[in-house]
């Protein structure tokens, strides 16, 4: 498995601004992925963050609104932008760790609790 | 059609009785199943994968797949009160993103 941590673990901020998570990995990992978790419901794919190219968005997911970056295999960042109470949520990134044993598999981090005023 | 469909719950067994969770899928191409517990303000721990027809055991966990009927299923043997939590279960295709179903809340009563 892959130790997964991210900063903030949790934030309040005002409408309109910006919060940027940080998603940091012990090993290298090829896939990288923030989900969105908004209260009482399941997981939804935000995005794919690829190394060294742009982001792959699910449909309903922009790049203005949620740029993302991977500078390398082991860091990514999520920025939640211009946001408002609707993106009151907790925010996750998933790694695809490259399997020994070639079997897929996905861990999670432990989250950052969003919550917009 | 959900791509991966639960019973939302509450599922609720008492202690030492088997719990079982269920889920369906409607991707032939899937390739890798899970499932994940989740902790009310955690995030999901993977505690089964499974990748190919019939049963997989580990502990007081079972998990079973028929790809025919695109179904999985977890048992859960000898229920404990620690055990209640949302199950979400989850498929792969590839290195694609996982795909989760909307979970099933257990609750194991002492």
């Known amino acids: 498995s892959a130790v997964i941590s991210q900063k903030p673990s949790r934030d309040i901020c005002q409408r309109g601004t910006s919060l940027t998570i940080q998603c940091q990995v012990d090993?290298?990992?090829?896939?990288m992925f923030w989900y969105r978790q908004q209260p009482g419901q399941s997981l939804t794919l935000i995005a794919t963050a690829n190394q060294g190219s742009e982001a792959t968005y699910e449909s309903g997911f922009v790049i203005d609104k949620f740029p993302i970056s991977r500078p390398n295999l082991t860091f990514s960042t999520l920025t939640v932008s211009n946001m408002s109470p609707e993106d009151s949520s907790i925010y996750l990134c998933?790694?695809?760790?490259?399997?020994?044993?070639?079997?897929?598999?996905?861990?999670f981090g432990p989250g950052t609790r969003l919550l917009v005023l | 059609q959900k791509e991966v469909e639960q019973n939302s719950g509450p599922l609720s067994v008492p202690e030492g009785a088997i719990a079982s969770l269920n889920c369906t899928y409607s991707d032939r191409g899937s390739q890798s199943f899970f499932w994940y517990r989740q902790y009310s303000g955690k995030s999901p721990e993977l505690i089964m994968s499974?990748?190919?027809?019939g049963d997989k055991e580990d502990g007081r966990f079972t998990a079973q797949l028929n790809k025919a009927s695109q179904y999985v299923s977890l048992l859960i043997r000898d229920s404990q009160p620690s055990d209640s939590a949302t199950y979400l279960c989850?498929?792969?295709?590839?290195?694609?993103?996982?795909?989760f179903g909307s979970g099933t809340r257990l609750q194991v009563q002492p």
């Open positions: 989850a498929v792969k295709r590839g290195r694609r993103a996982l795909t």
């Open positions: 998933s790694v695809d760790p490259l399997p020994r044993d070639r079997k897929e598999t996905q861990y």
């Open positions: 499974i990748y190919s027809n």
């Open positions: 090993s290298q990992v090829t896939m």
